[in-house]
């Protein structure tokens, strides 16, 4: 890999690292505003799939499967507890 190479690589990832960060300090203030419980756990998943994408891209770029692993599993981990909310709202829905 040639020294132009190397430092584009490093520049786009310290600019994702530096978006996802970002990304996660807005979600984070926001969720500082949220009193509702179902809707604090949807932005906790929201979170984590902000951070498992930008995980997975960094695997991605860097060629690096085991980030771009874990950053998938925190993905779907993020869909399963969308899910369970979900289930949540449906079932207060129907109880009253």
């Not at 009193?35 to 770029?61: D, F, H, P």
């Not at 950053?71 to 289930?87: C, D, F, L, M, S």
Request: aromatic content about 0%; charged content about 35%.
């Amino acid at each position: 890999m040639t020294t132009e190479t190397e430092n584009r690589l490093s520049t786009t990832v310290k600019n994702a690292e530096d978006q996802t960060q970002e990304m996660i300090g807005e979600a984070q203030e926001k969720m500082g505003e949220i009193t509702s419980m179902t809707t604090e756990e949807r932005v906790k998943a929201t979170v984590k799939n902000i951070e498992g994408k930008a995980q997975e891209m960094l695997g991605e770029i860097t060629g690096n499967p085991q980030d771009k692993a874990e950053g998938q599993v925190k993905q779907n981990e993020a869909r399963a507890e969308h899910i369970v909310e979900n289930a949540k709202e449906e079932a207060k829905k129907t109880i009253n």
